[in-house]
T-cell receptor, first 113, second 114 residues
Framework: GQQLNQSPQSMFIQEGEDVSMNCTSS?????WLWYKQDPGEGPVLLIA?????ELTSNGRLTAQFGITRKDSFLNISASIPSDVGIYFC?????????????FGAGTQVVVTP | DAEITQSPRHKITETGRQVTLACHQT?????MFWYRQDLGHGLRLIHY???????NKGEVSDGYSVSRSNTEDLPLTLESAASSQTSVYFC?????????????FGPGTRLTVL
């Protein structure tokens, strides 16, 4: 099925640095979601985006819905050790069916002191 | 506090055996979902349910079945386990069925098929 391309696959950063990751698709999406997964846990929703061009923040996290509707970006500012985990993008091609939710493969973030 | 739980957390089984993974949520959510997570693939939807007695196939439903006899539970059954079904399985639930309804995920079940 449709797969989102998420990059980078992994990032090794120092505490205090900013982190950027993105997700692209060949199809237009109506909704973009960003999740974080801690080791041994299930994903937790961080940010949801519903309109092209929308920019939304959640603490040190900022996500944007690309204007082409085929991409989304997540930035983490001033990283701290608890930012470690896997970040997933996910998107909807329609507005009414969870059956069409697509996930990216994830970006593994490692923060070193 | 309301929560979503999965059991067992770890399971090792043999090829050909039937396996059932449990998912239980106490939010009284109508919608429940099963995903599998594999390296390089992210999360892929197996089955989902919008209410009691309702079930729907997701992207990777072959070899899996679900049944929904009450609001709280959606067990996932592997009829005849195969090595390709070695994976981490996540259950999730949501109040509504639209993109604005947050899906809450369980802690996952790591299944190994030998």
């Amino acid at each position: 099925g449709q797969q989102l391309n998420q990059s980078p696959q992994s990032m090794f950063i120092q505490e205090g640095e900013d982190v950027s990751m993105n997700c692209t698709s060949s199809s237009i999406f109506n909704t973009w979601l960003w999740y974080k997964q801690d080791p041994g846990e299930g994903p937790v929703l961080l940010i949801a985006l519903y309109k092209a061009g929308e920019l939304t923040s959640n603490g040190r996290l900022t996500a944007q819905f690309g204007i082409t509707r085929k991409d989304s970006f997540l930035n983490i500012s001033a990283s701290i050790p608890s930012d470690v985990g896997i970040y997933f993008c996910a998107g909807f091609m329609t507005t009414d069916s969870w059956g069409k939710l697509q996930f990216g493969a994830g970006t593994q973030v490692v923060v070193t002191p | 506090d309301a929560e979503i739980t999965q059991s067992p957390r770890h399971k090792i089984t043999e090829t050909g055996r039937q396996v059932t993974l449990a998912c239980h949520q106490t939010w009284n959510h109508n919608n429940m979902f099963w995903y599998r997570q594999d390296l390089g693939h992210g999360l892929r939807l197996i089955h989902y349910s919008y209410g009691v007695h309702d079930t729907n196939k997701g992207e990777v439903s072959d070899g899996y079945s679900v049944s929904r006899s009450n609001t709280e539970d959606l067990p996932l059954t592997l009829e005849s386990a195969a090595s390709s079904q070695t994976s981490v399985y996540f259950c999730a639930s949501s109040e509504g069925r639209g993109p604005s309804d947050t899906q809450y995920f369980g802690p996952g079940t790591r299944l190994t098929v030998l």
